[in-house]
């Protein structure tokens, strides 16, 4: 246990190397960079979907799709016209910046504003993985539940906005939308939350608020 | 990276030694143990409450809970009147064989006819981790959307069980049954598929008639 320990220990450390270069990069060509996190089925896909249709080819944007399995996320981004790139992690639970760099490569993509990194689904382990990204969004679904903020504290400390999707269902479904804003400010007093449905559209316009709002102090800084 | 493979190999080899061991024993005191995997939020919980609920004390249960963080699930178990011991694995992103040891000796459960652990919500992760159970079962919530067994192979090939829950919200949302049915059969043609809804009821009883099909075959073999 203890040399697992070690052992990821030095990846991460690793991990942080190559993030910084990545980093460097998009800084270079003015690229913000977004890594989305949530448990599968949370709606990352969908949410993209509904941000390159919002965006309406304003801003140039690229995907980078991960996944155990399947090309079905890349494909479904590739219908709408935008470039995407697919990592199968072959049972991997989480990228790295080193699938990114590969990624990158192989994606062959033009330069573009913003960059989405959907990571692979699962609350836990993309946590500790830094990709060069500028923030990281934790997706949650209210058919998840109310109490996943405090279960699952590490992601909801470290993302800088956290999306709660799949608005339209909170009728059908027990989950107190009060008491998570709460748990996730107590968790990230700084971050911000958003309330959306990505297939009805109510709040993606705040998200794309969001987006170039941040896209424009990256170019400013 | 070959490092971290060789590393992680070794510790699933002294998994599966432990995990023999813990089988051993259920196997000598009769216990059935069902290792419950999902995302998070699916209804693992609301499973278990639903089942012990059901059983009405006519077998004699107990329950393990992994989390990251929170007693709340084995809150929940407790305040039905049947004993549950919470593991929770300092970030870790999913149970294994020395934590079920462990957690049996601070438990101090009396003997049980039917052992429940709920391992971390994390759909991938706990798929390669034997606890000396009997069978796993998937549980895959209908809000997840209908594409999750071929994104996530590994635990649909392996477990027998695979649960579809909140059928009750089928209804509000995109999700074809028969696709997911037939992804999961072409994974595992001889596994079980069941479809219910824990909070309003519809399905359990079938359910409660596998558990006790299970334990039955368990105590005739």
Not at 5 to 20: F, G, I, M, Y
Not at 55 to 78: H, M, P, W, Y
Not at 121 to 146: A, H, M, Q, R
Request: negative net charge; contains cysteine.
């Amino acid at each position: 246990m203890k040399q697992v320990v070690t052992v990821k220990r030095r990846a991460l450390a690793a991990n942080e190397e190559r993030a910084e270069r990545l980093r460097s990069r998009f800084a270079a060509s003015n690229t913000l960079v977004v890594n989305l996190i949530s448990s599968p089925g949370s709606g990352k896909t969908s949410l993209l979907e509904a941000t390159v249709q919002a965006l309406d080819s304003k801003l140039r944007c690229a995907v980078i799709e991960g996944d155990v399995a399947t090309e079905n996320d890349a494909n479904r981004i590739r219908a709408l016209g935008v470039p995407a790139h697919q990592i199968l992690t072959s049972g991997a639970c989480h990228l790295d910046a080193r699938l990114v760099e590969n990624g990158l490569a192989e994606g062959g993509f033009p330069e573009v504003d913003i960059l989405f990194i959907e990571n692979v689904g699962n609350l836990i382990c993309p946590t500790s993985y830094d990709l060069g990204e500028d923030f990281k969004v934790v997706v949650l679904s209210v058919t998840e539940g109310d109490d996943k903020p405090v279960k699952y504290p590490a992601i909801f400390s470290r993302a800088e906005v956290a999306v709660i999707s799949k608005s339209d269902l909170l009728a059908y479904v027990p989950f107190d939308l009060e008491a998570v804003k709460e748990q996730i400010t107590s968790l990230n007093p700084s971050g911000e939350i958003l309330v959306l449905s990505s297939l009805k559209g109510d709040g993606v316009d705040d998200w794309i608020g969001l987006l170039h709002a941040r896209l424009e102090d990256k170019r400013r800084a």
